[in-house]
C-alpha cells in the first residue's frame, strides 16, 4: 500500500483538485451546534494559522479524488467560502466574488465549469444552490441532507451580515472608511480560511482507501455502526449498472429508519437484527461480528435481510406502521411495552415478527407470544423496575436465534413455550408486585407515569366489562377523591393511587368536576358507569378505602389480568 503524506493550506487544497465523495461516505450531517463551533474556531484564530486535521484520499484520475475521510469538513469549508463569496457581491465588490469564485468552480479541458465537490447524494442541490455564483437553473428536491447544507449556508451569512453590518454602521467615520474596513474584514475572513492548514494523506485505489476508512474510524468515533456497515457492503458489492445496489438498499434502510415518528437509532436497529439471527453482541463488537460472517458470496443475502429487518424492526416502535386493524392486538402490545420503556425483548421480537410476515408462524401465535411478554414486563419492568444482570437480552436473543432458524409453525410454536416457561420462572413476588403497584400513581403533581396509569386503568377497565362511552383511547383520568382534598404531598401518593382513579369520557369528566364522592358516584351510575362493590354503601372516600382498592386490583392485575 502506497501512501503520501503533505502539509496543505486549504487554497493549495482547492486549486486544480475536484474532490468526489464517493458512495460509502455518510450524507453530509453537521447540525447547528456544530456550525456554530466552526464558525467561532475561524473567527477566533483570524489571520493565524489554525490545524483542522487530517483529511485522506485515494485518486481516482488526473486531477480527481476521492475522499475517504474528511468529506463533513471539506463540505463545511466550501459551503462557507461561498457565503463569504455572497457578502463580496452584496457590498458590491463582484471582483473579489469572482475571484474567490475561482476556487469554487474550475473550467475543465472543453471549458465546461466543474465543480471542486463533486457529490451523488446531494446533488443537484449542493452545486445549483451554493456552489453556483449565479441563480440556479436545474430543479432539485429538498431531503434531510440537502436541509442540513441550506441551514449551515444561512448560519454563515447570517453571521457574516452581522459582522459586516456592525462596521458599515460605524458612525464615527465616514460611510466610504465603513465600507472599506468591511471589506477589509470579509479579506481578512477568506484568507483565514485559505490559510487553514491539514495533512492530506493520498492512496493510489479504492481497496486502500477502503481499508484506511475502516480503520480510522473503527479507532474512534467519527464514524457510526450504520456508516461502517454500509462501507463493508459496498466494498463486497460493486456495482454492475448505473444502479448501485448498496447506495439504494442502505438508503432504504436509512430513511425507513429516520422516516419514523419515533426516534429512531440505525446503530441500535443494526445490533437487534444482528442478535435476532446470529451472534449476542454489543454495538462496540457488532461491526467485528459483521465482517467476519459477511463476505462476497453471502453480501448481497445480508443486505437484502437488513433492508427487510428495517421495516419490521421500526413497526415494533412505530406502531402506526405496518399494523392493520386486524392485527391491532399486537400492536397494542409492542405499544405498552413502549410505555414499559423496555428494549431487551426487541431481538426476539423482531424474530416473531419477521417469522409471521414469512408465513411461519400465524397471528394468533404473534399475538399470544407478545401478549405474555408484555405481561412479563408489565411486572417485571412497570411495576416493579426489576434490574437484570444481562440474562434477559440474552435471553431474548438466544430466543429470537432460534425463532429465525426453525422452519415450520410447530417448531415455533415449542420455542415459544420454552420462553413462556422463562418468563414464569423469572416471575417477580407477590409482596414485591403489590408494594411497586402501590407506588404506581398519578396527579398533576406526579405526573410522569400518566401513561402507564392510563394503560392500567383501560386493562382493567375491559377485564371488568366497564361499560366504556366513547372509544377508549379518548378517555380521560378522573380522582373520585378529588385532588383538591390533598393538604399535603404526601395526600397526593394515596389521591393519585390506582384504586382512586377511573377512566371516562370527557363529557362525564366535565360533569363530575370537583364534585365530593357521594355526587360522583351517583353521575357515574347515571351514565353507566359501573363501580367496584368495595364501594358501595360509601358515602365518603378516604385513604382506608382508597389503599384497600388499590390492592385489590393488584391482585386482580398479578393473579388474572397479566398473568403469564
Not at 472608511?177 to 477568506?190: H, M, P, T
Not at 463493508?232 to 445496489?245: C, G, M, N, T
Not at 393511587?497 to 377512566?503: A, D, R, S, V
Request: proline share 2%; aromatic share 10%; glycine share 4%.
Amino acid at each position: 500500500m502506497k501512501i503520501e503524506s503533505q502539509d496543505k493550506r486549504i487554497d493549495e487544497l482547492l486549486k486544480g483538485n475536484i474532490f468526489l465523495i464517493p458512495r460509502f461516505q455518510r450524507e453530509y450531517s453537521w447540525e447547528p451546534d456544530h456550525i456554530t463551533a466552526f464558525w467561532f474556531d475561524i473567527i477566533e484564530n483570524m489571520a493565524e494559522p489554525y490545524f483542522i486535521g487530517a483529511m485522506v484520499v485515494y485518486k481516482v484520475e488526473r486531477s480527481t479524488l476521492a475522499v475517504v475521510d474528511g468529506q463533513q469538513r471539506l463540505t463545511t469549508i466550501t459551503i462557507l467560502l461561498c457565503a463569504i463569496r455572497e457578502a463580496f457581491k452584496d457590498i458590491g465588490r463582484p471582483d473579489l466574488a469572482e475571484g474567490l469564485q475561482a476556487y469554487i468552480e474550475q473550467k475543465d479541458r472543453e471549458n465546461k465549469t466543474v465543480y471542486i465537490l463533486k457529490t451523488e447524494s446531494s446533488f443537484p442541490f449542493l452545486q445549483e444552490e451554493i456552489l453556483k455564483s449565479d441563480a440556479a437553473e436545474v430543479p432539485f428536491n429538498i431531503g434531510r441532507e440537502e436541509e442540513a447544507i441550506q441551514k449551515a449556508y444561512e448560519i454563515f451569512k447570517s453571521n457574516i451580515a452581522e459582522e459586516v453590518s456592525g462596521y458599515l454602521e460605524n458612525k464615527e467615520q465616514t460611510a466610504d472608511d465603513n465600507q472599506n474596513d468591511a471589506i477589509a474584514w470579509l479579506s481578512k475572513l477568506r484568507d483565514t480560511v485559505f490559510d487553514l492548514n491539514l495533512i492530506l494523506v493520498t492512496l493510489d485505489n479504492e481497496d486502500d482507501a477502503y481499508l484506511i476508512f475502516e480503520t480510522l474510524n473503527t479507532r474512534g468515533k467519527d464514524l457510526a455502526l450504520a456508516d461502517l456497515l454500509r462501507n463493508h457492503f459496498a466494498k463486497l458489492i460493486r456495482p454492475a449498472s448505473e444502479v448501485d445496489q448498496v447506495k439504494e438498499k442502505w438508503s432504504k434502510v436509512h430513511d425507513t429508519i429516520k422516516s419514523s415518528p419515533v426516534q429512531l437509532d440505525a446503530d441500535t436497529f443494526i445490533v437487534h437484527s444482528w442478535q435476532s439471527r446470529y451472534d449476542f453482541v454489543t454495538k462496540a463488537k457488532a461491526f467485528q461480528k459483521v465482517k467476519d460472517r459477511v463476505n462476497k458470496k453471502n453480501a448481497k443475502s445480508h443486505l437484502d435481510r437488513f433492508v427487510s429487518d428495517a421495516e419490521q424492526w421500526r413497526s415494533i416502535f412505530d406502531t402506526e406502521y405496518l399494523w392493520t386493524k386486524s392485527e391491532k392486538e399486537a400492536a397494542r402490545s409492542l405499544k405498552a411495552l413502549r410505555t414499559f420503556k423496555v428494549v431487551q425483548p426487541a431481538p426476539g421480537i423482531l424474530s416473531l415478527v419477521r417469522a409471521y410476515r414469512d408465513k411461519v408462524i400465524k397471528y394468533k401465535t404473534l399475538r399470544n407470544a407478545l401478549s405474555n411478554i408484555e405481561k412479563f414486563h408489565f411486572a417485571f419492568n412497570a411495576v416493579t423496575s426489576s434490574r437484570s444482570s444481562g440474562g434477559i437480552s440474552g435471553m431474548y436473543s438466544s430466543f429470537g436465534r432460534q425463532i429465525f432458524d426453525c422452519s415450520n409453525s410447530r417448531e415455533a410454536a415449542n420455542i415459544i413455550a420454552g420462553l413462556v416457561s422463562k418468563l414464569q420462572e423469572r416471575e417477580v413476588s407477590g409482596s414485591e408486585f403489590d408494594a411497586g403497584f402501590e407506588q404506581v400513581i398519578f396527579t398533576n403533581k406526579h405526573s410522569s407515569q400518566k401513561a402507564l396509569v392510563q394503560y392500567i386503568l383501560r386493562k382493567v377497565a375491559i377485564f371488568e366489562s366497564q361499560p366504556f362511552i366513547g372509544e377508549t383511547d379518548d378517555l380521560t383520568i378522573e380522582h373520585l377523591l378529588p385532588q383538591s382534598s390533598s393538604k399535603s404531598d404526601e395526600d397526593h401518593l394515596v389521591l393519585g393511587q390506582i384504586g382512586n382513579l377511573i377512566l371516562v369520557d370527557q363529557k362525564t369528566n366535565e360533569m363530575l368536576s370537583t364534585n365530593n364522592f357521594k355526587e360522583k358516584k351517583g353521575i357515574l351510575e347515571s351514565r353507566g358507569y359501573k363501580l367496584p362493590e368495595l364501594f358501595e354503601g360509601v358515602e365518603k372516600l378516604n385513604e382506608e378505602v382508597i389503599r384497600e382498592n388499590t390492592q385489590r386490583i393488584s391482585n386482580l392485575a398479578r393473579e388474572e389480568i397479566w398473568k403469564v
